[in-house]
């Protein structure tokens, strides 16, 4: 019943052969997800637009259903204020796929100002995204993609968030761009992601707003709230300002690129990598390690 043209959603199930493997203490949660287009059927077999970013064993339970996502809506030029404390996105793009949001400037939101799931090709720019109430634990106050894949967010401001920028559970291909993250940390959050990019991002990391106070933070594979992040991650040209250690990886990262960046840290280490980091390159990057 599939034709040229349909919009598929891939899906890895976290088998316990999997999670024995990476080693994945995390109870819950998505991790091994993509969304790809046909471009032809022959028979029993079609052909899709661009090469899966990981594998999708059959051994697993791996999974292909059709879906219908909204396409080509966008959101712009406006300002939004959250005059109450409640547990709600802004702005909200689910199954979306070509959809934008350009000069939206959101004041208080109560967990993301702009949030995408099971998105495609999405795009947030030029948007400003000053502080959010909850800044607890729950999935609150964070800036960046989830579950989502190929998105690009440029040129965006940030104020008092938790983690911004954030990518998190199964993201896959997402850039962000030409960002100033004003008190808060870099984080692959949780759920496996992989093949993301940040570049030419600025941040200063502080712990007053709910965020750690490390630069650039990746949770461990025994986080039974977050489990472990994906392969091949890419941190290019991004200044960070941190408390406490510039670059902190829990563990099970394969192939990060960690180039040309520069790291200010008050009180630790520079770059720090535990339980099964390998194969990274870390290259060109400008350490000040003031204790």
């Given at each position: 019943?599939?034709?040229?043209?349909?919009?598929?959603?891939?899906?890895?199930?976290?088998?316990?052969?999997?999670?024995?493997?990476?080693?994945?203490?995390?109870?819950?949660?998505?991790?091994?997800?993509?969304?790809?287009?046909i471009?032809?059927?022959?028979?029993?077999?079609?052909?899709?637009?661009?090469?899966?970013r990981?594998?999708?064993?059959?051994?697993d339970?791996?999974?292909?259903?059709?879906?219908?996502?909204?396409?080509?809506?966008?959101?712009?030029?406006?300002?939004?204020?959250?005059?109450?404390?409640?547990?709600?996105?802004?702005?909200?793009f689910?199954?979306?796929?070509?959809?934008?949001?350009?000069?939206?400037?959101?004041?208080?939101?109560?967990?993301?100002?702009?949030?995408?799931?099971?998105?495609?090709?999405?795009?947030?720019?030029?948007?400003?995204?000053?502080?959010?109430?909850?800044?607890?634990?729950?999935?609150?106050?964070?800036?960046?993609?989830?579950?989502?894949?190929?998105?690009?967010?440029?040129?965006?401001?940030?104020?008092?968030?938790?983690?911004?920028?954030?990518?998190?559970?199964?993201?896959?291909?997402?850039?962000?761009?030409?960002?100033?993250?004003?008190?808060?940390?870099?984080?692959?959050?949780?759920?496996?992601?992989?093949?993301?990019?940040?570049?030419?991002?600025?941040?200063?990391?502080?712990?007053?707003?709910?965020?750690?106070?490390?630069?650039?933070?990746?949770?461990?594979?025994?986080?039974?709230?977050?489990?472990?992040?994906?392969?091949?991650n890419?941190?290019?040209?991004?200044?960070?300002?941190?408390?406490?250690?510039?670059?902190?990886?829990?563990?099970?990262?394969?192939?990060?690129?960690?180039?040309?960046?520069?790291?200010i840290?008050?009180?630790?280490?520079?770059?720090?990598?535990?339980?099964?980091?390998?194969?990274?390159?870390?290259?060109?990057?400008?350490?000040?390690?003031?204790?």
């Amino acid at each position: 019943g599939l034709a040229r043209g349909d919009k598929l959603l891939i899906d890895g199930p976290a088998t316990k052969r999997w999670k024995e493997l990476t080693q994945n203490a995390c109870k819950w949660g998505n991790y091994r997800q993509y969304a790809v287009r046909i471009v032809e059927v022959q028979g029993n077999r079609v052909r899709i637009e661009q090469p899966l970013r990981i594998e999708f064993p059959v051994i697993d339970g791996s999974s292909v259903r059709k879906m219908n996502p909204i396409e080509w809506c966008g959101v712009e030029d406006l300002e939004i204020e959250q005059t109450e404390n409640l547990w709600i996105n802004t702005v909200e793009f689910r199954y979306a796929w070509n959809c934008w949001a350009r000069g939206v400037k959101v004041r208080m939101t109560g967990r993301f100002p702009i949030h995408t799931t099971i998105g495609k090709w999405c795009e947030i720019r030029d948007c400003i995204f000053d502080d959010a109430w909850f800044k607890g634990g729950g999935g609150t106050a964070y800036v960046g993609w989830q579950n989502s894949w190929d998105c690009l967010m440029e040129d965006v401001e940030s104020f008092n968030y938790r983690h911004a920028p954030l990518v998190q559970w199964a993201a896959a291909g997402t850039v962000i761009r030409n960002g100033v993250f004003h008190n808060s940390d870099v984080q692959w959050h949780s759920g496996w992601t992989h093949e993301n990019l940040f570049e030419n991002c600025v941040t200063n990391s502080v712990r007053g707003h709910g965020g750690y106070g490390f630069g650039m933070w990746a949770s461990p594979p025994e986080d039974t709230a977050h489990g472990p992040n994906g392969p091949r991650n890419v941190l290019y040209n991004c200044d960070t300002i941190s408390e406490r250690d510039g670059l902190w990886m829990g563990g099970m990262n394969e192939n990060w690129l960690v180039l040309y960046n520069r790291y200010i840290v008050e009180k630790g280490r520079g770059v720090f990598a535990k339980t099964a980091s390998f194969d990274h390159v870390v290259r060109g990057n400008v350490f000040v390690i003031k204790d």
